[in-house]
């Protein structure tokens, strides 16, 4: 049976509307289509007048750029009080294009006075739908890692509680890795973050978050399980629980993680 053309063709519009919408287009900009391929009628020369060559002499001098805006994202952290006023003002942020093409602001998951806390790279499709942090199947699978050593993100009290934040509070299209620029925007909150929550360790998931706080170019390979500092306080680097789904050999490094963080829970 012979396929019906229009058919094809409303289907490959789907397939391309969908990719669309995967990549953050959520409404059409014009009201009334362009037709690209249209050729407009060139311009009438204008007459030559005798002010003609000064006119041409300053219409060939290049137009000042404009200036651009400068985000002082760090003075605008600092000005955040409370974690109350750090989730409104990262909501109403607009110096990092990736709010634009976000469903929600992730801001945090958890207990805020837990005594650990957990930061990710970056929200995901399931992220941003919900606006809480680690909820796919990677979020799954660190619960029940923080849960192997008698921590939750819905523990009540300090000691046995989460706290669960991530680098960027905006998912990137396509899931893909933040830009260097685009951590830096957001770095100021997030150090702004962690002197809020007080937290008396902290857990760093991954390439991004311990390259943006350690402010190290050596990768979490060769990083995990090495205690740093972050504003004074001991920062451990470990595989990102999305990593580990797709290397389970590394599950035992990460075990070793865990049980040194243990550790420290018990000895203080």
């Known amino acids: 049976m012979a396929m019906n053309p229009d058919a094809t063709d409303f289907a490959a519009d789907l397939s391309m509307l969908a990719w669309q919408l995967e990549l953050g287009?959520?409404?059409?900009?014009?009201?009334?289509?362009?037709?690209?391929?249209k050729l407009e009628a060139p311009p009438k020369p204008r007459p030559q007048s005798a002010q003609a060559p000064?006119?041409?002499a300053v219409a060939a001098q290049p137009a000042p750029a404009p200036a651009e805006p400068v985000v002082d994202s760090a003075a605008i952290a600092a000005a955040c009080a409370d974690l109350d006023s750090l989730r409104e003002t990262i909501s109403a942020f607009d110096g990092c294009a990736l709010k634009q093409g976000a469903r929600n602001t992730v801001f945090c998951d958890g207990n805020p006075a837990a005594r650990v806390m957990v930061i990710g790279e970056a929200p995901?499709?399931?992220?941003?739908?919900?606006?809480?942090?680690?909820?796919?199947?990677?979020?799954?699978?660190?619960?029940?890692?923080?849960?192997?050593?008698?921590?939750?993100?819905?523990?009540?009290?300090?000691?046995?509680?989460?706290?669960?934040?991530?680098v960027m509070p905006w998912r990137p299209p396509q899931n893909?890795?933040?830009?260097?620029?685009?951590?830096?925007?957001?770095?100021?909150?997030?150090?702004?973050?962690?002197?809020?929550?007080?937290?008396?360790?902290?857990?760093?998931?991954?390439?991004?978050?311990?390259?943006?706080?350690?402010?190290?170019?050596?990768?979490?390979?060769?990083?995990?399980?090495?205690?740093?500092q972050?504003?004074?306080?001991?920062?451990?680097?470990?595989?990102?629980?999305?990593?580990?789904?797709?290397?389970?050999?590394?599950?035992?490094?990460?075990?070793?993680?865990?049980?040194?963080?243990?550790?420290?829970?018990?000895?203080?």
């Open 25 to 37: 287009a959520d409404e059409a900009i014009a009201e009334e289509p362009l037709n690209r391929y």
């Open 176 to 228: 893909r890795t933040p830009s260097t620029d685009e951590m830096a925007m957001m770095k100021p909150f997030l150090l702004r973050h962690i002197a809020l929550a007080a937290p008396d360790y902290l857990v760093l998931m991954g390439n991004p978050a311990t390259k943006t706080l350690l402010e190290t170019e050596v990768g979490i390979t060769r990083m995990r399980g090495q205690w740093g």
């Open 124 to 166: 995901g499709r399931e992220e941003d739908r919900t606006g809480k942090p680690f909820v796919g199947r990677a979020g799954q699978l660190l619960d029940k890692m923080f849960a192997a050593i008698g921590l939750s993100r819905q523990g009540e009290g300090a000691g046995d509680s989460i706290y669960i934040t991530n």
């Open 54 to 56: 000064a006119a041409a």
């Open 230 to 268: 972050v504003l004074g306080v001991p920062a451990l680097p470990m595989f990102h629980p999305a990593y580990l789904l797709r290397t389970p050999a590394q599950k035992r490094a990460a075990w070793a993680d865990l049980l040194s963080l243990k550790a420290k829970l018990e000895e203080s």
